[in-house]
């Protein structure tokens, strides 16, 4: 018998945040997200669940908010790894973990691209990001060290937030079972750890009744993450943290 293809996912758990220096301060926020496999999806377009493709939905997905905009997102990733040489490769499923449009509306960020090998196993992660002037770039980890589980290095070439200078590196940590998903990302810079981050949730079908119950639960977690940035920006400025003036954006859309 044919196993039945993977579908969306909807995943729910917390953003928590911490900055270390040169005064602490953090945050924990109860989240939901899509884990998207997306060639699955291109092949078999009723695995969406109540997740709406392309059109306005309570919970929705739309190509153009990935890579340059332009056509369809999985085309775009794919582009990528032939420009890196990976795309042979990468003959396994690609998963998409990211934030939705909630009622139309999507601030994203930072979404993640999983690509796998036949044998499942993790060949290259993307992490795209977008900051709020609306400026958006991916970091492509990938080489002999790449596994689940494993702590993976890239370069800070991108402005994110006004609170931190575009040096030092990220590192990252990727989990999943599955029914979980974790990300770790922590930001040193030439004092060591600066910033802890990390997003993780339980995975289940993206089934009408689940996504009914996160929106409901959450009816403007879009705007609140938009919201909660500023506010989190607002306190670090009345704590004094140093200030950085955006610099112009890397010239690289892709940073390896």
Not at 33 to 51: I, N, S
Not at 109 to 115: D, E, G, I, L, T
Not at 139 to 155: H, K, Q, V
Request: charged share 20%; hydrophobic share 40%.
């Amino acid at each position: 018998m044919k196993p039945n293809p993977p579908t969306a996912l909807l995943g729910t758990g917390q953003v928590q945040h911490t900055r270390l220096r040169p005064t602490r301060h953090g945050f924990r926020y109860s989240t939901y997200f899509l884990m998207l496999p997306m060639r699955a999806l291109a092949r078999e377009p009723g695995g969406w669940g109540a997740v709406r493709h392309n059109r306005l939905g309570l919970v929705s997905f739309h190509d153009r908010d990935h890579g340059t905009g332009q056509g369809p997102a999985l085309a775009w990733f794919e582009s990528v790894l032939a420009g890196e040489g990976l795309l042979e490769q990468a003959d396994g499923e690609v998963w998409l973990h990211t934030y939705p449009r909630v009622a139309g509306y999507a601030f994203k960020p930072v979404s993640f691209w999983y690509a796998h090998r036949r044998d499942g196993s993790l060949l290259a992660v993307l992490a795209e990001v977008n900051n709020t002037f609306g400026e958006r770039h991916c970091y492509l980890l990938s080489g002999p060290d790449l596994a689940w589980g494993r702590e993976l290095t890239a370069t800070k070439v991108f402005h994110v937030s006004p609170f931190c200078a575009v040096s030092g590196d990220y590192r990252f940590r990727f989990l999943r079972t599955a029914d979980r998903t974790v990300v770790r990302i922590e930001h040193h810079n030439a004092q060591g750890p600066l910033l802890l981050t990390s997003v993780s949730g339980h995975l289940q079908a993206a089934t009408a009744p689940r996504v009914r119950r996160a929106f409901f639960g959450m009816p403007m977690m879009s705007l609140g993450v938009v919201f909660r940035i500023h506010w989190q920006a607002l306190q670090l400025a009345v704590k004094r943290v140093p200030f950085f003036r955006k610099p112009q954006p890397p010239q690289a859309f892709v940073t390896r």
